[in-house]
């Protein structure tokens, strides 16, 4: 058994939940904030049987875009005053996905 935490784009992630779902996974959607831009992502964790991993990554390939998006000035904290007043362009990806071995997994 595996656990897939995939990060998407909010503008990507109610097609991605949609076509995941279609597709028979399990799959529950959290709102989360990445820690640079600090604007509101999505994270998906897929719990998926082995064989299944590499469909649930050609969906997540097939329905996440890759794009540019601008850093707000001063969005990320912790970070120095100076440059941070300049908004920045960055690629974000269409996924970031990590995919995790668990011991195992109960419905109780
Ligand atoms: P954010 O942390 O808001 O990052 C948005 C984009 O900003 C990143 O896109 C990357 O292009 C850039 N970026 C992030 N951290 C940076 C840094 N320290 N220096 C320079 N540029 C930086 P992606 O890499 O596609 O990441 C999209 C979102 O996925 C991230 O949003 C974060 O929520 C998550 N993520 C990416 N890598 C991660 C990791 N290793 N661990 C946990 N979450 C991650």
């Known amino acids: 058994m595996k656990l897939i935490i995939a990060i998407v784009n909010n503008d990507d992630s109610a097609k991605a939940?949609?076509?995941?779902?279609?597709a028979g996974f399990f799959m529950t959607k959290l709102s989360t904030t990445g820690g640079f831009l600090m604007v509101g992502n999505t994270t998906l964790l897929i719990g998926a049987e082995e064989d299944e991993v590499t469909k649930a990554m050609d969906i997540l390939?097939?329905?996440c875009i890759t794009r540019k998006q601008i850093n707000p000035p001063t969005a990320s904290f912790g970070v120095g005053t100076t440059d941070n007043c300049i908004p920045k362009e960055v690629t974000v990806g269409g996924a970031t996905v990590f995919v995790l071995s668990i011991d195992s997994m109960e419905k109780i």
């Open 17 to 22: 939940a949609y076509a995941l779902t279609d």
């Open 61 to 63: 390939k097939s329905t």
